[in-house]
């Protein structure tokens, strides 16, 4: 580039940075994104997270205005008189605008490090995501150029560059309210932002996105340069017509096609996105082909883009030589429609909306593994968040052989099939084979040892209807080598009645656990990260009795939120917990309420109710009214340890199993207090990830919690109080709002300045 290019370029950069159109851009741009993210999602009013999906979405709806606002040239076209070519001068006009959107985004940097204060932000997807912007806004400019350089009105030119942005910001919703062929999909597809962030805003750089904008760029960077030889009076040949057509379709057709030579990088924090090592032994140890299809129906293509992760992710576990990867369209095949009622495919009902009405659809969105004769399914499947781990537990059943087996008792003389009606169909899901046991039937000495059919694996759900006999014979069992999960606490609740809390009807088992060195305190614990429900008042806010019933929502200590952590990344949600703590060498707590936790004492002078758990009572008391101290406190141990045996003489060695100080954490009508309009499963999920664990199915548990906690894995759990929550929040605002617009000002006025001042030196310089 010679001397003269140079300093052009330059000009060009400088002008672009001392336009006062640019700050006041860069302010309406940067409190946008802010508003759109903290205010209009209601972040800071019960709906936050840290998936900025929704922050990074608002950029380019607000740049349908912003970049061709910048475009707007003003004293006249005098750039096409200087001696230089259109290719030159088109690249010197879009690196100014390009150059000032980038500085635009610096000050949103801010946004991700403000929302860090309050919970993990993923950085791979935060990275991958600006990074896409950044692709976005060089074809985006490019697009605005183009019609700013065809068009000479600027008023014209403003108006077709938003419009055009606008499409393609927008364009992926046609499906949703008409109905579109597979070809026009698929152009949808490809030329719709959305559909081609979805991914970036996972965490994952692929290499058709890439592909996408860069192609865009260059092809409307090809049209500018068009148009202005035009205007300068160029006329071109047939022939050279002809090439400058088909080099367009090569940048059209190469775009639809990138698929066929793509790649991608997954830069989340936990590669949820790439086959793990473990998935990776499972298939080396296949002696013969894995055979995956994939049923989908070809309009969740278009309502559901996180369909196209669970496809690139069949697709790269066929990178395995052992593995092969179909996918089928059943309403396009029709011979699927056997294979669908072969495997037991039921299809799912999903909602849709357009052109003024609702309708459901039925649609398939299933995974068939086979392997030697054999097969597993996956029945329905829409994203990726639990993918492998579904995968990887039917993979080790085919080719392993391995079946998991769980046996489960109610030790507190309630129903599986009632009260837990969820335990059993969860476990099932989950890959687990269960063996149920009634401990009514009596001899449950016999059937434990008969369970050993079943494997070494033993629930145990409360333990007030327990006998000695039952507690001896679950101590053999532990002795001999079983393991076992105890929800279990010194205390029974009335839960389906009045709430109120009496000792357990015995003790046995809660002695049994004090002798191997498992102690529980007498106290439950409350916590202000609790459970927030909704109750029906017949009182006025005063105390006087109201005429109606209305509802109320309420702060329920009582019921412990235990926030994410590392044994339950998504947190769970206790009720009535009480502190358990192990003086076994080879015991560690794995659960943990927050550090505002107290313990209530119980009032041993009304045994009938010994704790206060009217909701109403204690919300009105306020928090900790007793001033009691406030600290994290364990509420499970995990204990593989020697123990001496209380029933049965002797030291025995490698006793292993788990307590949870609540016996209802999963049962059904306390999961319904707390599930709300969508329901909450963490509860289940944790249960299945400690059972794994316990089965010594450390790798499929890894998978597993990652997996279940993604989806929800976005929490606010480092703001534990209301303190630390107007602080965060204050800092947010102050940061966002406040300091970011101000720097963009000062910066504003020190150009202003700058540019006054080299004016001045100018006129001084003519003068002499």
Avoid at 91 to 117: D, S
Avoid at 689 to 702: D, F
Avoid at 740 to 763: C, F, H, T
Wanted: proline share 3%; with cysteine; net charge negative.
């Amino acid at each position: 580039m010679n001397k003269a290019k140079r300093s052009f370029l330059k000009q060009r950069l400088y002008l672009s940075f001392t336009s006062p159109v640019f700050y006041v851009a860069a302010v309406i741009f940067t409190v946008f994104c802010a508003f759109q993210f903290f205010f209009m999602q209601n972040f800071f009013g019960g709906n936050g997270t840290t998936d900025l999906h929704y922050f990074f979405s608002a950029i380019p709806y607000i740049s349908i205005l912003i970049i061709p606002a910048l475009c707007i040239r003003t004293g006249g076209s005098w750039e096409d008189t200087l001696p230089f070519t259109s290719a030159f001068s088109t690249i010197a006009y879009w690196t100014g605008v390009f150059a000032q959107f980038c500085a635009m985004l610096l000050p949103l940097a801010a946004v991700p490090l403000c929302v860090n204060l309050f919970g993990d932000v993923d950085a791979g997807a935060a990275a991958a995501s600006f990074l896409l912007v950044i692709l976005y806004a060089a074809a985006a400019v490019s697009c605005a150029v183009f019609f700013f350089s065809a068009i000479p009105s600027n008023t014209l030119a403003f108006v077709f560059s938003a419009l055009v942005l606008a499409v393609t910001n927008s364009i992926h919703l046609v499906s949703r309210f008409a109905a579109t062929s597979s070809v026009i999909m698929r152009f949808v597809q490809a030329a719709s932002f959305s559909w081609h962030f979805d991914r970036a805003a996972k965490g994952i750089l692929d290499s058709r996105d890439i592909f996408y904008f860069i192609a865009a760029t260059l092809l409307f960077f090809l049209l500018t340069v068009l148009i202005r030889e035009k205007h300068a009076g160029k006329t071109y040949t047939k022939q050279e017509r002809t090439q400058i057509f088909l080099a367009a379709l090569i940048f059209v057709f190469a775009s639809l096609n990138s698929g066929a030579y793509s790649f991608r990088l997954d830069l989340t924090a936990s590669q949820k996105f790439t086959v793990s090592p473990y998935t990776k032994k499972l298939l080396s140890a296949a002696e013969s082909s894995v055979r995956i299809t994939y049923y989908r129906s070809s309009v969740l293509s278009s309502l559901y883009p996180q369909t196209r992760d669970v496809y690139d992710f069949l697709t790269e576990l066929a990178a395995d030589k052992n593995v092969s990867v179909c996918a089928v369209s059943p309403d396009k095949v029709s011979s699927s429609a056997a294979a669908l009622e072969y495997y037991g495919i039921a299809s799912q009902q999903i909602q849709t909306a357009g052109n003024n009405r609702t309708e459901f659809i039925n649609v398939y969105s299933a995974i068939v593994i086979e392997y030697e004769g054999a097969w597993e399914v996956i029945p329905f499947i829409l994203s990726c968040d639990t993918l492998e781990y579904d995968i990887a537990g039917r993979l080790e059943h085919l080719i392993t052989g391995k079946k998991r087996y769980v046996t489960v008792l109610c030790g507190n003389g309630l129903s599986l099939k009632s009260d837990y009606s969820y335990v059993i169909p969860w476990l099932s899901a989950q890959g687990f084979i269960c063996n149920e046991i009634d401990i009514s039937a009596g001899r449950l000495s016999y059937q434990l040892e008969q369970s050993r059919n079943y494997g070494n694996l033993l629930l145990v759900l409360g333990s007030g209807a327990l006998s000695d006999d039952d507690c001896m014979a679950i101590e053999t069992y532990l002795e001999s080598g079983g393991r076992v999960l105890f929800a279990v606490s010194p205390y029974e609740a009335d839960i389906e009645n009045s709430w109120h809390i009496t000792k357990s009807r015995n003790q046995r088992l809660i002695t049994l656990l004090s002798a191997f060195g498992t102690e529980f305190s007498p106290d439950i614990i409350c916590d202000l990260s609790c459970a927030r429900i909704t109750m029906e008042s017949y009182e006025n806010a005063d105390g006087s009795a109201a005429s109606s019933a209305h509802s109320a929502q309420l702060n329920y200590f009582q019921w412990v939120q235990l926030l994410p952590q590392e044994n339950a990344r998504q947190g769970i949600t206790l009720f009535w917990p009480v502190e358990v703590r192990s003086f076994q060498e080879n015991a560690g707590n794995i659960l943990y309420t927050s550090s505002l936790s107290y313990e209530m004492h119980p009032d041993t002078n009304s045994p009938d109710s010994l704790f206060e758990t009217n909701p109403f009572i204690l919300s009105n008391a306020g928090y900790n009214p007793q001033k009691a101290v406030q600290k994290m406190r364990p509420v499970g141990v995990h204990v593989s340890d020697s123990v001496y045996g209380f029933y049965n003489a002797g030291i025995f060695d490698n006793v292993e199993y788990e307590v949870i100080t609540d016996q209802y954490f999963v049962h059904s009508l306390m999961l319904g207090y707390i599930g709300g309009a969508y329901g909450d499963y963490r509860n289940l999920d944790f249960l299945v990830n400690r059972l794994l664990r316990l089965n010594g199915e450390e790798e499929l548990a890894v998978l597993q919690d990652s997996g279940a906690s993604s989806a929800k894995n976005q929490f606010l759990y480092k703001v534990t109080d209301a303190e630390s929550f107007r602080s965060a929040r204050n800092q947010t605002i102050f940061c966002s709002f406040i300091l970011n617009p101000l720097l963009i000002i000062a910066a504003g006025i020190a150009s202003y300045i700058l540019r006054k001042n080299k004016i001045r030196q100018y006129a001084g310089c003519y003068e002499k």
